[in-house]
């Protein structure tokens, strides 16, 4: 039986315990530096807090501390893993090689860490070979390049044993991950360092080689958000164990609305699987909100390359969230602070406070509140770029937030109760025991001087329904007992015995479930060097001394430091499974006409050249030429 993890964002070890409530698996979270999102670090105390949370129910947490790590401060980030692991954290997610189980082997440093590491997206992990390579160094999770078919990703599951998490839900990349030096070209601020300026999601113009603009404004290189809800079954059959939802910059409704829906779909997955597959930590999660993803923050949805074909990722007019479609506007009054919606979606209902937006006649995101809202009438504040006939969005819906802050779920792990009357001397007291889910047990004694019940039939109901309630993280169910002989006992014991029973299991840890992790003696040079072939590239990131000692360990026939080439004129800052071509139907390939001549973006007078690699299916963009 596999199990299937449901993986969460987390800004904050509140966002994180709200995610484990609503059904996840497990927990990221950065720590306090070394994070690939620099505006979402968290002291190491908060996530000890957010461990012992989540090791209630079997779900585990990992750490991200998956920057690119420089030579003065190797150290610092060893002596972080020790920390994160001392903190309980079930594994730290690392970009940098240099961090690698083999490399600190090689380099003889921070033997003390046991923790096992995951190979973070931005290993850029899309092939086979790459993925063979990574898990030779040491890495017990692979976590796979969002651009990979479902064909690549069973020959990768082929091709290693360790796990294979993928992205399910949230913002995309344009770029393959941890290759993008786009940021870092224009800026200074390196993706690879937590800092990204975020130039995708920026407006470019298109123009040829003559400077003639082809496509004006519009944020070309911005693809929609994922969403492979219902692609869970296909992901689990190609071997991916780990569903990762995509947001730690994301604020806790995002979270726990995706979390929520997700945990549902993948429960559902579960019980349909005749016995294949169970989740990866324990407690069943019930009331609270009805999950709707399209409430929450999304540029539009796609299942980008997944099925291995082609079709129109990018988000359109605007990089930002939209929200969803209700209709088209119809103004009211000169200064376009009143105006009507006509064509209303089916079932729109509004609220005073509701967020709107619409795309103005510049391809400008505008938004604004709604503070009045009678019917579909809305009164609001001046709009100028307003205007009749503008296809009109709601990006906040006060009433769902409302009910996704105040009608959380709970989340309880299931325990059998089996009562067993004991008589003794005429008087008759219950021996119960309980089991959770996870394996733990208690035994107790209810009743021991108690007189015997004078109507036994009511005694029974008494004792099966205020045993059957939930105390704490717990949730009791009674397995059937002989009502014949009873004790007397007022309700206040009874449920003073189950409160006992919750405090007795928390004190025993929940058993959880071994996590994957590559032994420490299959970790070999050797076989390192069998997987691995060629150069080290500037796109290796590498950025101090103990990765570039590991890829000589390795036989690389040279070395080039992380920002040898990124920088140069015509340096290749993206390579993206996107193509711009195929987006406006100029595919040579598949629609069979083009522009003629180069393209090129253009944005606040920078000029990036396009290459389109027909062969591979993939289009890059170039630095500047100065």
Not at 83 to 98: E, F, N
Not at 184 to 197: D, M, P
Not at 215 to 228: A, E, I, Q, T
Not at 359 to 381: A, L, N, P
Request: net charge positive.
């Amino acid at each position: 039986m596999r199990e299937l993890e449901l993986l969460a964002p987390a800004r904050t070890a509140d966002i994180g315990i709200a995610a484990i409530d609503c059904g996840a698996d497990a927990v990221y979270i950065a720590g306090p530096e070394f994070g690939a999102r620099q505006a979402a670090g968290n002291p190491v105390e908060d996530i000890r807090r957010l461990c012992i949370h989540a090791h209630r129910f079997g779900a585990r947490i990992f750490a991200a501390l998956n920057t690119i790590i420089y030579d003065s401060e190797y150290g610092k980030a060893c002596d972080m893993l020790l920390s994160l692991q001392d903190a309980g954290v079930d594994a730290v997610i690392v970009q940098d090689l240099g961090l690698s189980g083999l490399a600190r082997s090689l380099a003889s440093v921070a033997a003390d860490i046991r923790v096992p590491l995951h190979a973070s997206t931005q290993c850029s992990i899309r092939t086979p070979e790459r993925a063979a390579f990574l898990e030779s160094l040491g890495f017990s999770r692979l976590i796979l390049e969002r651009e990979l078919p479902l064909s690549v990703i069973r020959e990768i599951r082929s091709a290693v044993d360790c796990e294979l998490e993928f992205f399910v839900h949230g913002a995309l990349c344009v770029c393959y991950s941890g290759q993008c030096y786009i940021s870092e070209n224009i800026s200074g601020r390196s993706a690879n360092r937590g800092a990204c300026i975020q130039a995708c999601r920026s407006l470019y113009d298109l123009v040829d080689g003559t400077g003639r603009k082809l496509v004006s404004s519009r944020p070309l290189l911005s693809l929609k958000d994922y969403n492979l809800e219902s692609r869970l079954g296909d992901l689990a059959e190609a071997g991916v164990s780990s569903f990762k939802i995509e947001g730690r910059l994301k604020n806790a409704s995002y979270v726990k609305n995706t979390v929520r829906k997700y945990s549902m779909a993948l429960d559902r997955l579960v019980e349909s699987g005749q016995g294949r597959y169970r989740r990866a930590s324990f407690g069943k999660v019930a009331g609270g909100f009805e999950p709707d993803l399209s409430k929450t923050f999304n540029r539009g949805y796609t299942e980008l390359y997944l099925d291995g074909r082609r079709g129109r990722w990018a988000s359109e007019n605007a990089a930002k969230s939209m929200g969803e479609p209700v209709g088209k506007v119809e103004i009211l009054n000169a200064d376009k602070s009143m105006f009507r919606i006509r064509t209303p979606r089916p079932g729109l209902s509004l609220s005073n406070g509701d967020g709107f937006c619409f795309v103005d006649r510049r391809h400008e995101v505008v938004g604004f509140r709604g503070d009045v809202c009678q019917g579909f009438t809305v009164r609001c504040k001046p709009v100028p770029e307003l205007f009749d006939g503008a296809d009109l969005y709601r990006n906040i819906d006060i009433a769902f937030e409302r009910s996704v802050e105040s009608g959380s779920p709970s989340r309880r792990i299931q325990v059998e109760l089996t009562v067993n009357p004991v008589t003794a001397e005429g008087k008759t007291a219950l021996e119960i025991s309980a089991e959770t889910e996870d394996g733990r047990s208690f035994k107790g004694c209810l009743g021991k001087d108690a007189e015997p019940a004078s109507n036994p039939d009511k005694m029974l109901k008494t004792l099966v329904a205020q045993l059957s309630k939930a105390s704490g993280s717990y949730s009791f169910s009674v397995k059937p007992f002989s009502g014949e002989s009873l004790p007397f006992l007022p309700v206040s014991a009874v449920n003073s015995f189950r409160r006992m029973a919750a405090e007795s299991l928390d004190a025993a840890p929940c058993i959880r479930r071994p996590l994957y992790m590559k032994d420490a003696r299959e970790v070999s040079l050797a076989d390192a060097r069998l997987k691995f072939s060629g150069s080290a590239t500037y796109k290796d990131n590498i950025s101090n001394h103990v990765s570039e000692n590991l890829f000589k360990a390795l036989g690389a026939a040279s070395v080039e430091p992380a920002y040898e080439l990124r920088k140069k004129p015509g340096a290749e800052l993206m390579r993206t499974k996107y193509c711009i071509r195929y987006q406006f139907g100029r595919c040579p390939v598949h629609h069979g006409r083009s522009w003629p001549g180069k393209l090129f973006l253009e944005n606040n007078g920078r000029t990036f050249p396009l290459g389109f690699d027909c062969a591979d299916c993939e289009m890059t963009v170039l630095a500047p030429d100065q």
